[in-house]
């Protein structure tokens, strides 16, 4: 291994996000509750890796994910909805940045989503924004 | 930022070039994540925080990555 590049694998990602996020539904609106952020690990074997270039101080990485809204699915569940609806969410962060002189990260870079039937790609975005 | 158990960023990279795990933290206080949601869920866009972290291992063997 090159000590100026280096190719890494994504062995794990937990993440959540406890801030209120307000969802309509059928003219109602509810709390989300907890958005679930996690490593896809059926992804392919090529998928969630990247490369350090330590000579240009830079990071990538393609982390394949899955988010979640496991309270807000079990609304919807009680509602009556298809559990086929409610799974999780897949996509893919292209993510770039500076590697930073504690060695953190400035990574940043879009999601593209996959098909799914109520988080439509073509109205759903994402993307993770510059910061460390 | 990187995760407990490294005091310097050199620290981590001898780390990496020995083929060490090596976690990080999303800071809590940054809002990291802008998703916007479909119009059946009333289309707004939100920045929220990450709160957790993420793993890397090095690839000690083989070709490039990608």
């Given at each position: 291994m090159s000590e100026q590049i280096v190719n890494f694998k994504i062995t794990n990602l937990a993440a959540e996000v406890n801030e209120s996020i307000s969802l309509e539904w059928q003219g109602?609106?509810?709390?989300?509750?907890?958005?679930?952020?996690e490593?896809?690990?059926s992804a392919p074997g090529g998928a969630n890796q990247g490369v350090l270039n330590y000579s240009q101080r830079r990071a990538s990485a393609e982390f394949h994910l899955r988010l979640r809204f496991?309270?807000?699915a079990s609304t919807l569940?009680?509602?009556?909805?298809d559990p086929?609806?409610?799974?999780?969410?897949?996509?893919?962060?292209?993510s770039e940045g500076g590697?930073?002189?504690?060695?953190?990260?400035?990574?940043?870079?879009?999601?593209?989503?996959?098909?799914?039937?109520?988080?439509?790609?073509?109205?759903?975005?994402?993307?993770?924004l510059p910061g460390r | 930022m990187p995760?407990?158990?490294?005091?310097?960023?050199?620290?981590?990279r001898q780390a990496v070039l020995e083929g060490k795990a090596v976690s990080w933290?999303?800071?809590?206080?940054?809002?990291?994540?802008?998703?916007?949601?479909?119009k059946m869920f009333g289309g707004r866009t939100y920045e929220v925080c990450l709160k957790g972290g993420y793993t890397f291992r090095p690839i000690v063997s083989g070709s490039a990555a990608w």
């Open positions: 109602k609106s509810f709390d989300s509750g907890l958005l679930a952020v490593l896809d690990d496991p309270e807000f569940e009680r509602l009556g909805l086929e609806l409610l799974r999780p969410v897949s996509a893919v962060l292209h590697i930073l002189d504690d060695h953190s990260f400035a990574l940043s870079g879009r999601c593209d989503l996959a098909a799914h039937p109520l988080f439509r790609a073509e109205e759903t975005k994402a993307c993770i | 995760d407990v158990g490294f005091r310097s960023g050199a620290e981590i933290r999303f800071s809590p206080h940054q809002k990291r994540l802008r998703f916007t949601l479909p």
